[in-house]
Protein backbone atom coordinates (compact mmCIF):
# COMPACT_ATOMS: atom_id res chain seq x y z
CA UNK A 1 0.00 0.00 0.00
CA UNK A 2 1.66 2.94 -1.19
CA UNK A 3 0.60 6.12 0.99
CA UNK A 4 1.04 10.16 0.43
CA UNK A 5 1.91 11.93 3.35
CA UNK A 6 0.83 16.01 2.10
CA UNK A 7 3.22 18.16 3.83
CA UNK A 8 1.91 21.80 4.02
CA UNK A 9 4.31 24.88 5.10
CA UNK A 10 4.20 24.58 8.83
CA UNK A 11 3.93 20.50 9.04
CA UNK A 12 5.84 19.07 11.41
CA UNK A 13 4.58 15.06 12.24
CA UNK A 14 5.24 14.33 8.56
CA UNK A 15 8.37 12.14 9.38
CA UNK A 16 6.36 10.71 12.34
CA UNK A 17 3.34 9.90 9.78
CA UNK A 18 6.07 8.07 7.01
CA UNK A 19 7.79 6.27 10.35
CA UNK A 20 4.61 4.70 11.85
CA UNK A 21 3.46 3.84 7.86
CA UNK A 22 6.75 2.27 6.60
CA UNK A 23 7.04 0.85 10.25
CA UNK A 24 3.77 -0.78 9.26
CA UNK A 25 4.96 -2.33 6.40
CA UNK A 26 3.71 0.54 3.36
CA UNK A 27 5.49 2.67 1.55
CA UNK A 28 5.19 6.53 1.64
CA UNK A 29 6.15 9.79 -0.12
CA UNK A 30 5.76 13.08 0.66
CA UNK A 31 3.57 15.39 -1.37
CA UNK A 32 3.60 18.68 -1.47
CA UNK A 33 0.52 20.57 -1.05
CA UNK A 34 0.42 22.63 -4.54
CA UNK A 35 0.59 18.75 -5.91
CA UNK A 36 -3.49 19.09 -8.20
CA UNK A 37 -3.12 15.23 -8.44
CA UNK A 38 -2.64 11.64 -6.33
CA UNK A 39 -1.96 9.48 -9.41
CA UNK A 40 -0.74 5.98 -7.73
CA UNK A 41 -1.43 6.52 -4.18
CA UNK A 42 -3.43 4.28 -2.00
CA UNK A 43 -4.15 6.50 0.83
CA UNK A 44 -3.43 9.73 1.47
CA UNK A 45 -2.55 11.26 5.21
CA UNK A 46 -2.60 14.70 6.45
CA UNK A 47 -0.42 14.99 9.14
CA UNK A 48 0.02 17.00 12.30
CA UNK A 49 1.56 20.55 12.94
CA UNK A 50 0.98 24.17 12.18
CA UNK A 51 -0.39 24.43 8.78
CA UNK A 52 0.18 28.16 7.98
CA UNK A 53 1.12 29.08 11.29
CA UNK A 54 -2.80 28.05 11.80
CA UNK A 55 -3.60 31.81 11.31
CA UNK A 56 -7.08 32.16 11.16
CA UNK A 57 -8.09 28.97 11.94
CA UNK A 58 -6.42 25.97 12.68
CA UNK A 59 -6.17 24.43 8.93
CA UNK A 60 -8.47 27.07 7.29
CA UNK A 61 -5.74 27.93 4.83
CA UNK A 62 -4.37 24.40 4.19
CA UNK A 63 -8.16 23.09 3.02
CA UNK A 64 -7.74 25.57 0.29
CA UNK A 65 -4.58 24.35 -0.97
CA UNK A 66 -4.90 22.69 -4.98
CA UNK A 67 -4.17 19.19 -3.49
CA UNK A 68 -7.06 19.22 -1.50
CA UNK A 69 -9.63 19.13 -4.24
CA UNK A 70 -7.16 15.71 -5.00
CA UNK A 71 -8.05 14.77 -1.38
CA UNK A 72 -11.67 15.19 -1.90
CA UNK A 73 -11.52 13.12 -5.18
CA UNK A 74 -9.82 11.20 -3.22
CA UNK A 75 -12.49 10.39 -1.12
CA UNK A 76 -14.81 10.51 -2.93
CA UNK A 77 -13.68 7.41 -4.45
CA UNK A 78 -13.81 5.56 -1.42
CA UNK A 79 -9.68 5.25 -0.69
CA UNK A 80 -8.75 6.16 2.67
CA UNK A 81 -8.06 9.52 4.07
CA UNK A 82 -6.67 10.03 7.27
CA UNK A 83 -6.10 13.57 9.19
CA UNK A 84 -4.48 13.55 12.33
CA UNK A 85 -4.50 16.57 14.74
CA UNK A 86 -3.39 19.30 12.28
CA UNK A 87 -4.62 17.02 9.49
CA UNK A 88 -8.55 16.32 11.03
CA UNK A 89 -8.52 20.25 11.42
CA UNK A 90 -8.01 20.83 7.37
CA UNK A 91 -10.23 17.61 7.15
CA UNK A 92 -13.10 19.37 8.93
CA UNK A 93 -12.56 23.01 7.53
CA UNK A 94 -12.67 21.07 4.28
CA UNK A 95 -16.18 19.88 4.66
CA UNK A 96 -14.74 16.36 4.84
CA UNK A 97 -15.78 15.68 7.88
CA UNK A 98 -18.46 17.97 9.71
CA UNK A 99 -18.12 19.65 12.55
CA UNK A 100 -14.84 22.04 13.96
CA UNK A 101 -12.29 22.00 16.59
CA UNK A 102 -12.48 25.20 18.44
CA UNK A 103 -9.25 26.31 21.26
CA UNK A 104 -9.23 23.71 24.34
CA UNK A 105 -11.13 25.29 27.16
CA UNK A 106 -7.70 25.85 29.28
CA UNK A 107 -6.91 28.11 26.43
CA UNK A 108 -3.33 26.39 26.42
CA UNK A 109 -1.62 23.81 23.81
CA UNK A 110 -1.71 21.09 25.59
CA UNK A 111 1.10 18.03 25.55
CA UNK A 112 0.63 14.66 27.19
CA UNK A 113 -0.34 11.27 26.89
CA UNK A 114 -4.68 10.94 27.27
CA UNK A 115 -6.65 7.82 27.36
CA UNK A 116 -8.47 6.94 24.20
CA UNK A 117 -11.21 4.75 23.98
CA UNK A 118 -11.93 2.26 20.72
CA UNK A 119 -15.58 2.70 20.37
CA UNK A 120 -15.29 0.79 16.77
CA UNK A 121 -13.33 -2.12 15.77
CA UNK A 122 -15.47 -3.14 12.22
CA UNK A 123 -12.77 -0.46 10.34
CA UNK A 124 -9.01 -1.15 8.84
CA UNK A 125 -8.21 1.49 11.57
CA UNK A 126 -9.14 0.02 13.96
CA UNK A 127 -9.69 -3.60 13.14
CA UNK A 128 -6.62 -4.59 15.51
CA UNK A 129 -8.22 -3.48 18.38
CA UNK A 130 -11.04 -4.68 21.09
CA UNK A 131 -14.17 -2.78 21.05
CA UNK A 132 -13.82 -0.87 24.30
CA UNK A 133 -10.16 -1.09 24.54
CA UNK A 134 -8.28 2.11 26.38
CA UNK A 135 -4.87 3.32 24.54
CA UNK A 136 -2.29 5.38 25.86
CA UNK A 137 -1.61 7.87 23.11
CA UNK A 138 -0.40 11.35 22.59
CA UNK A 139 -2.04 14.92 22.42
CA UNK A 140 -0.24 18.17 21.60
CA UNK A 141 -2.46 20.79 20.23
CA UNK A 142 -3.86 24.32 21.23
CA UNK A 143 -7.72 23.71 18.85
CA UNK A 144 -8.30 20.26 20.25
CA UNK A 145 -11.97 20.87 21.41
CA UNK A 146 -14.78 19.12 19.15
CA UNK A 147 -17.64 21.09 18.45
CA UNK A 148 -21.08 20.33 16.23
CA UNK A 149 -23.91 21.44 16.74
CA UNK A 150 -26.81 19.62 18.25
CA UNK A 151 -28.10 18.27 15.14
CA UNK A 152 -25.17 16.88 13.56
CA UNK A 153 -23.53 15.72 17.38
CA UNK A 154 -27.12 13.26 17.24
CA UNK A 155 -26.37 12.16 13.89
CA UNK A 156 -22.90 11.04 14.39
CA UNK A 157 -23.70 9.13 17.99
CA UNK A 158 -26.90 7.59 15.58
CA UNK A 159 -24.90 6.30 12.89
CA UNK A 160 -22.26 5.33 15.05
CA UNK A 161 -19.35 7.89 13.45
CA UNK A 162 -17.56 8.26 16.39
CA UNK A 163 -14.22 5.80 16.30
CA UNK A 164 -12.34 7.17 19.34
CA UNK A 165 -13.36 9.63 22.61
CA UNK A 166 -10.98 10.30 25.67
CA UNK A 167 -11.23 7.73 28.64
CA UNK A 168 -9.21 7.74 32.38
CA UNK A 169 -6.26 6.09 32.12
CA UNK A 170 -5.85 5.20 35.74
CA UNK A 171 -9.65 6.20 36.67
CA UNK A 172 -9.04 10.47 36.33
CA UNK A 173 -12.31 12.37 36.62
CA UNK A 174 -10.68 15.01 34.79
CA UNK A 175 -9.50 13.00 31.90
CA UNK A 176 -10.90 14.89 28.63
CA UNK A 177 -8.22 17.37 27.71
CA UNK A 178 -9.65 19.81 25.81
CA UNK A 179 -13.68 20.03 26.21
CA UNK A 180 -14.70 17.82 23.43
CA UNK A 181 -18.10 17.44 23.53
CA UNK A 182 -18.86 13.55 24.33
CA UNK A 183 -15.66 13.37 25.33
CA UNK A 184 -14.71 12.85 20.87
CA UNK A 185 -11.38 12.34 19.71
CA UNK A 186 -11.75 10.93 16.44
CA UNK A 187 -14.55 10.31 13.73
CA UNK A 188 -14.94 8.74 10.50
CA UNK A 189 -17.62 9.52 7.50
CA UNK A 190 -20.42 7.58 6.58
CA UNK A 191 -18.33 5.90 4.09
CA UNK A 192 -15.56 4.75 6.87
CA UNK A 193 -12.96 6.04 4.50
CA UNK A 194 -11.87 9.45 5.86
CA UNK A 195 -11.10 9.07 9.51
CA UNK A 196 -9.93 12.40 11.65
CA UNK A 197 -8.69 12.28 15.07
CA UNK A 198 -6.45 14.41 17.43
CA UNK A 199 -4.54 11.89 19.26
CA UNK A 200 -1.38 10.86 17.23
CA UNK A 201 -1.08 7.53 16.95
CA UNK A 202 1.86 7.59 14.86
CA UNK A 203 3.92 9.30 17.81
CA UNK A 204 3.09 5.35 19.48
CA UNK A 205 4.63 3.20 17.54
CA UNK A 206 7.59 1.93 19.23
CA UNK A 207 8.77 1.71 22.93
CA UNK A 208 11.50 3.72 22.19
CA UNK A 209 8.73 6.82 21.93
CA UNK A 210 7.15 5.59 24.84
CA UNK A 211 4.62 3.20 23.67
CA UNK A 212 3.17 0.71 20.42
CA UNK A 213 -1.02 1.29 21.47
CA UNK A 214 -0.53 3.56 18.11
CA UNK A 215 0.94 0.66 15.72
CA UNK A 216 -2.05 -1.53 15.42
CA UNK A 217 -3.57 1.59 13.23
CA UNK A 218 -0.98 1.17 11.12
CA UNK A 219 -1.42 -2.67 10.88
CA UNK A 220 -5.02 -2.81 10.35
CA UNK A 221 -4.36 -0.42 7.35
CA UNK A 222 -2.09 -2.57 5.81
CA UNK A 223 -3.61 -5.81 6.51
CA UNK A 224 -6.75 -3.93 4.60
CA UNK A 225 -4.38 -4.08 1.17
CA UNK A 226 -3.38 -8.17 1.79
CA UNK A 227 -6.76 -9.13 2.38
Known amino acids: MRWAIVRFPGSNCDEDARFALERAGMEAEFVW ?133 YAPLRGERDYNPNGSLNDIAGIVNEKGNVLGMMPHPERAVDEVLGGTDGLPFFLGLAKEVRR
Request: aromatic letters at 10%; a neutral charge; proline letters at 5%.
Open 33 to 165: HTERELKGFDGVFLPGGFSYGDYLRAGALAAKSPVMEAVRRFAQEGRYVVGVCNGFQVLTEAGLLPGALLANLNLHFTCKEVGVRVERVDLPFTRLYQKGQVLRLPIAHAEGRYYADPETLARLEGEGLVVFR
